[in-house]
């Protein structure tokens, strides 16, 4: 069942609460860490396939996470773009020693 925001201060409790497991967390982490690694490069290059693979990086390390550690359907599948907002102050919380991942 969908629910509904008003916000993404509302939706983040929710996104957080979603990603219970510390390994899906790492996941997360690294999928948007390599996420930034080929906008870097999509930026240094301009050669847009690195915008596809800066995103199918992102999710298919997340969603592996989530199908197969959390057990439940990732949060872009109903909030694409709270979800995406969700990830990356997930993974600024995660730099910033918030969430253990290890």
């Not at 939706?11 to 979603?18: G, T, V």
């Not at 298919?60 to 439940?72: D, M, Q, R, T, V």
């Not at 990732?74 to 102050?89: I, N, V």
Request: glycine share 4%.
């Amino acid at each position: 069942m969908k629910k509904e925001f008003k916000n993404f201060e509302e939706f983040y409790p929710y996104y957080i609460d979603e990603h219970k497991s510390k390994y899906n967390k790492l996941l997360h982490f690294i999928g948007t860490t390599i996420f930034f690694i080929f906008m870097v490069i999509f930026i240094s290059s301009l050669d847009p396939k690195y915008i596809f693979y800066a995103f199918l990086s992102g999710y298919a390390w997340a969603w592996i996470g989530h199908f197969f550690i959390e057990k439940n359907k990732p949060a872009t599948f109903y909030f694409p773009l709270y979800s995406l907002r969700g990830d990356w102050r997930m993974y600024k919380e995660i730099v910033q020693g918030k969430h253990a991942i290890i």
